[in-house]
């Protein structure tokens, strides 16, 4: 035995979990979503989730492959943005808006900035953003099915509400709450089930994949806002359209998958209290005072850019310095 | 009751069943032994026999350099074969005294002595004639460390009985063999500080030491058992006196500033022999595991022995391994090979099969935060980590670098697999290497 045996620094043993086993759960968790949308919303809603993973991923790939840099489409993250591309597109959108959706994030919101990591906007939100603005009509556009999409039936609902505020919800836009937290709504693909979204959010929470701290003081945030805001209006029942505020739209997709996207939310933990409360007061702005159809998208997207900064000020202070400075002045 | 802890760390598997139920077994020292000059913190030993000396069990062999050092015994008997430079454990070629067994095992006599009948002087010279120092890693020597500046200020004596390091189990065995001569070792240090009462902290995953140490300690009113939560790296220092006392001690200051003392459960053990029994510290307990071993338990080893001595006297490897650590594998030392002698400080081998880092890919940070959340010193080892990179000493600085106690919590946790702890290890000797020329 008079070989040398190998050697590195310590420490020599390192934890399971990858990037590439991280990114494959987020996209098991967002399974449910997506089969919800299937079935509530047809066979063309399938062909827009497979369309906009596939052309994230080969985005991605070619991207890669023509800037001579190491392919990365193996760590499942391109699997990921696609699907939330997909996800964020109205049921029967034509396919040429999630192909164009998934080359602009990946390459102009994700691959331009450095790739996986560097990005300080979450690329599937860059796309919906861009999407939203360039393609206005299609993006909204909900067709037959379901009569009204999520957004456009809570603009309706605000209209109705806020009309007359003493109305009763009644009138035609109001959804029974059980077909609310289902699913059985209008919307976009994926936002609609807020049972099939929690179900997934519940996966990742137990893999330690993402924690409470930005889903819930961003929902929160925005629940609080509305309820006031609410009951100063004096709406019919208030907490009714609370809970319509909660579950229609892309409150929950957002607050469970992509505000907490790790390269665009702030890694300290304060400033994740930090961002989860500005994104629920942005989106309250966004929804409740400028009437804006899309608040999640905006308020997430606004954020990323202040993440930065706010993981600047959080930054923790190092163990045992605060006595060090009380020790100094006292 | 929430269990005492710190805020940070991670859950590694502990791998500590392997050799945990297995009791101590002594091991015969082998036909060579060697002797470090260096196995403390401090002023290397200087040698007091030369070549060709005869030598036996117990006799110095090796003085003191200094306050700040150690002397150094034989733990066999035989001949002086030569003092010339040996490699040690991070494969550095150091001073070393070379002594052939005779196997004879001819000892000196040691002088006994009652508590009862001991000042607080006559323990710390017996602790220091004996050369005891910190048997946990650092080997920082104990009659230092027990003659803190303000001795009045001394309220807590803390035995390390953590072990939260993976795969090591010889405190564990430790607690349960000798949990009188470590109740009695504690004794001797709270004589020195009258106003300070012993706790023996020891992780929730032990729960037969903890059953054990409480029953040792049971009517004796200065010293209590604390039961911690089992995270890594609970042992460090710094964790400890936090999870135990609520104070925080950082890089410049001493834990007797904050009015604490930690030793470890060997090193408490070592001050009972020396101070009751009058022997120096000649051996200690060693793990040997990992999936590469035969006979993976903790044996009784002389000081001076090879790793490949011990690892023939302990029944060998299954089949070559391709790793071998000094110590445990969050903060072992990786060898190049087993021709490296047992000092004061090393408590394990662990041995594997196959390299887990060596396949390791590391990919681009995806700024997940798990490093941020594990690290005990409440860093950003990431942002850390490319500072360190880029070679931005003052940033380093800045953003308390130094505060690092390189428990490897940040590398272990990445799942993009990033060397954090070896790159800020890297700029903290850097930085270390300048401020000592200053």
């Known amino acids: ?330 | 009751m929430r269990l005492k802890t710190f805020k940070g760390g991670i859950h590694p598997n502990d791998m500590k069943e392997i050799s945990m139920d297995q009791p101590i077994t002594m091991l015969a020292p082998g036909k060579e032994m060697v002797y470090l000059m260096s196995q403390h913190i401090g002023a290397p030993a200087k040698p007091v026999v030369k070549k060709g000396d005869p030598v036996i069990i117990g006799q110095m062999i090796a003085e003191a350099g200094g306050f700040v050092s150690s002397p150094v015994y034989s733990s066999v008997s035989g001949t002086v074969k030569a003092l010339e430079k040996r490699k040690n454990a991070l494969g550095d070629m150091v001073d070393a005294i070379v002594i052939e067994n005779d196997g004879q095992d001819t000892e000196t006599e040691y002088a006994t002595a009652e508590l009862d009948a001991l000042s607080k002087e006559d323990i710390i010279k017996r602790i220091q004639d004996a050369g005891v120092v910190g048997m946990g890693g650092a080997g920082f020597p104990t009659h230092v460390k027990l003659s803190p500046k303000e001795p009045d200020r001394i309220d807590h004596i803390l035995v390390n009985g953590s072990e939260c390091e993976p795969y090591l189990t010889s405190d564990y065995r430790c607690m349960l063999e000798k949990s009188d001569e470590l109740v009695q070792g504690l004794m001797c240090i709270l004589k020195v500080f009258p106003k300070a009462e012993g706790v023996i902290c020891i992780e929730n995953n032990k729960p037969a030491a903890i059953e054990r140490m409480r029953e040792a300690v049971s009517g004796r009113d200065r010293i209590r058992v604390e039961v911690m939560q089992t995270k890594y790296p609970e042992g460090a220092e710094r964790s400890l006196i936090y999870a135990i006392t609520g104070r925080e001690v950082n890089s410049s200051i001493l834990p007797a500033d904050v009015g604490c003392i930690v030793n470890n459960v060997d090193t408490v053990i070592a001050v009972y022999e020396a101070v009751i029994k009058g022997k120096p510290l000649m051996h200690r307990i060693f793990t040997v595991s990992g999936d590469a071993v035969n006979n993976p338990k903790n044996y009784d080893v002389r000081i001076g022995m090879s790793y490949a001595d011990i690892m023939e006297e302990a029944g060998g490897f299954k089949s070559r391994p391709e790793k071998l650590i000094s110590g445990g594998p969050m903060m072992g030392f990786a060898l190049f090979g087993l021709d490296v002698p047992v000092t004061k400080t090393s408590g394990a081998i662990t041995c594997f099969l196959k390299d887990p880092v060596k396949e390791a890919v590391t990919t681009p940070c995806i700024k997940c935060g798990r490093c941020v959340k594990g690290c005990p010193a409440h860093l950003m080892p990431c942002d850390l980590s490319d500072i360190a990179e880029h070679g931005d000493k003052d940033r380093f600085a800045e953003r308390y670098g130094m505060e690092c106690v390189e428990c490897g919590s940040c590398s272990y946790t990445c799942p993009a697999k990033r060397p954090l702890a070896a790159n800020i290890k890297a700029m903290r000797r850097t930085l270390l290497a300048e401020r000592r020329k200053k």
């Open chain 1, 1 to 330: 035995m008079n070989d040398l045996y190998s050697v590195s620094s310590s420490p020599h043993v390192r934890a399971g979990v990858t990037t590439q086993k991280i990114m494959g759960a987020v996209a098991l968790a967002l399974l449910p979503a997506s089969v919800c949308g299937v079935v509530f919303f047809g066979m063309h809603a399938l062909i827009v989730l497979l369309v906009s993973v596939a052309s994230a991923v080969l985005s991605e790939y070619v991207f890669e492959r023509i800037t001579k840099r190491p392919v990365t489409v193996y760590d499942l993250s391109a699997v990921v943005t696609g699907l939330l591309i997909g996800l964020n597109m109205p049921p029967e959108v034509p396919l040429f808006v999630p192909i164009l959706g998934s080359v602009f994030g990946i390459i102009v919101v994700k691959q331009l900035f450095g790739g996986i990591g560097q990005n300080f906007m979450n690329p599937a939100l860059g796309a919906r953003c861009f999407l939203l603005i360039s393609f206005s009509s299609q993006m909204t556009d909900f067709g037959a099915k379901g009569g009204m999409m999520g957004a456009a039936s809570r603009a309706a609902l605000d209209a109705v509400s806020s009309a007359t505020p003493l109305a009763t919800l009644k009138t035609g836009a109001a959804y029974p709450l059980g077909d609310l937290f289902l699913g059985n709504i209008p919307g976009t693909i994926g936002e609609t089930s807020a049972l099939a979204l929690l179900i997934g959010a519940a996966f990742l929470l137990a893999l330690k994949v993402i924690d409470l701290r930005i889903p819930l003081s961003y929902i929160g945030t925005f629940f609080v806002l509305v309820l006031i805001t609410s009951l100063i209006r004096g709406y019919n029942d208030p907490f009714y359209f609370t809970l319509c505020e909660i579950f229609a739209g892309g409150l929950m997709l957002g607050a469970w998958f992509m505000a907490t996207d790790y390269a665009t939310c702030p890694m300290t933990g304060k400033g994740q209290l930090i961002y989860g409360i500005c994104l629920g007061v942005l989106t309250y702005l966004f929804r409740m005072v400028s009437k804006s159809p899309e608040g999640v998208s905006y308020a997430i997207v606004f954020m990323n850019c202040l993440t930065p900064m706010i993981e600047q000020f959080t930054r923790p202070l190092a163990f045992g310095i605060k006595r060090e400075k009380e020790a100094k002045n006292g």
